[in-house]
């Protein structure tokens, strides 16, 4: 069965440092897509990045970038220079097998970030 | 510029009670879905609709249902609400049959707390 594993129900981060957020995942599918979402308090969910298994390349959005390992099933999101904004819950999200149109998610229980002055 | 929008945003009910959650999306987004978010367990995908007229059962649907009235809009029907149902509800929609990078779009959620 598909699952996605976010081991991390928490963490700390200094302002202006980098984090890693851990999402692995589980498949049969040789093309999937991978999705990070951020809730902040308001409880709004924003989506911030995209990696697609055929991507050769990492994805990068701004501050964040994916750290995708296929061989590992792993796709971690990497916040680069904290900011006190950045505090929030992050969810990691599947979309199930190719591109169609049903393109489900399954989503991570997710890992809340307190950003530290 | 409002994107996918939820009402109400906070509901009390009774048990046993009926309540429909109203969706509706100006970005003519063909795919629609309803997700439940409960602490510790992220957000479990209860009914969708691939398409106008059609909806499909997600991983949690029972105690639900569904109409998608018309490519704006999907409904979530409880019809005898139990405590269980208690939960943030989320309404999200998406371009359907194109490039796998594009995001499902949320709305804001709907707040239920059954007593």
């Known amino acids: 069965a598909q699952k996605i594993t976010q081991t991390q129900p928490g963490m700390f981060v200094q302002e202006k440092e980098a984090v890693t957020l851990d999402c692995t995942y589980d498949?049969?599918?040789?093309?999937?897509?991978l999705f990070w979402y951020k809730q902040p308090s308001s409880g709004e969910m924003i989506f911030l990045i995209y990696?697609?298994?055929?991507?050769?390349q990492n994805a990068t959005e701004g501050r964040y970038s994916l750290n995708f390992q296929k061989a590992r099933k792993s796709a971690n999101l990497v916040i680069s220079a904290s900011q006190l904004g950045d505090s929030a819950m992050y969810f990691c999200?599947?979309?199930?097998?190719?591109?169609?149109?049903?393109?489900?998610?399954?989503f991570g229980t997710g890992t809340l970030l307190a950003v530290q002055p | 510029n409002a994107g996918v929008t939820q009402t109400p945003k906070f509901q009390v009910l009774k048990t046993g009670q009926s309540m429909t959650l109203q969706c509706a999306q100006d970005?003519?987004?063909?795919?629609m879905y309803w997700y439940r978010q409960d602490p510790g367990m992220g957000l479990r995908l209860i009914y969708y609709?691939?398409?106008?007229?059609?909806?499909d059962k997600g991983e949690v649907p029972n105690g639900y249902n569904v109409s998608r009235l018309n490519k704006r809009e999907f409904s979530l029907r409880l019809e005898s609400a139990a405590p269980s149902q208690t939960s943030v509800y989320f309404c999200?929609?998406?371009?359907?049959?194109?490039?796998?990078?594009?995001?499902?779009?949320f709305g804001d959620g709907t707040r239920l707390s059954i007593l």
């Open positions: 999200a599947m979309r199930e097998g190719r591109v169609g149109a049903t393109n489900k998610l399954i």
């Open positions: 609709s691939a398409s106008e007229g059609t909806t």
């Open positions: 999200a929609s998406r371009h359907g049959r194109q490039a796998g990078n594009q995001p499902q779009h």
């Open positions: 498949t049969s599918d040789q093309s999937y897509g």
């Open positions: 990696q697609g298994s055929y991507d050769e």
């Open positions: 970005m003519n987004h063909n795919s």
